[in-house]
């Protein structure tokens, strides 16, 4: 008899290699695009002098001016005795300042309401304070008037 001897062939690990390989690359790249590393992103947008890049909203940096709200320290209601301290100020274009500034204590009022308002739990949400942000520059514009007030810079947001 004769014996035949099968003898498993080795597979190769070259397929497998390339593909981790592909799969680093692949990640990597989107994790450049996705973070905005990319030089490319900020190459497109930029401007020369002669040409028009006016986009809306974006302003100069002569063009705005600061409104600085009075420092808030705000008792949030919860399982335990937690204080807010938070302090803005809000961009507004400079023919503007004045009524905004002489809004100051209904803003302020409006601010105090709302963050009142907010549960505990909802700080702990990642997303918090963009939300927050946006909820109060909202309701400023409502008291304000619409176009007066461009954006709500938030200075400090400490919860203790």
Not at 5 to 24: A, Q, R, Y
Not at 57 to 80: E, H, M
Not at 134 to 152: F, K, P, S, T
């Amino acid at each position: 008899m004769t014996a035949v001897t099968d003898t498993p062939s080795k597979s190769s690990k070259l397929p497998l290699l390339i593909g981790l390989v592909l799969g680093i690359l692949a990640a990597g790249g989107g994790y450049v695009v996705s973070s905005g590393m990319s030089s490319s992103k900020s190459d497109s947008h930029e401007v020369s002098a002669d040409h028009g890049g006016d986009h809306g909203d974006q302003t100069d940096a002569g063009s705005v001016t600061f409104v600085p709200l009075d420092p808030l320290l705000i008792s949030i209601n919860g399982d335990g005795a937690s204080l807010l301290r938070f302090t803005a100020q809000l961009e507004v274009a400079p023919d503007q300042a004045a009524t905004v500034a002489a809004l100051r204590p209904r803003i302020i009022d409006v601010m105090n309401s709302y963050l009142r308002a907010v549960q505990p739990t909802d700080f702990a949400n990642p997303n918090a304070l963009p939300r927050l942000r946006a909820n109060l520059l909202r309701r400023i514009e409502i008291v304000v008037g619409g176009g007066a007030v461009r954006d709500l810079l938030i200075m400090e947001f400490v919860l203790n």
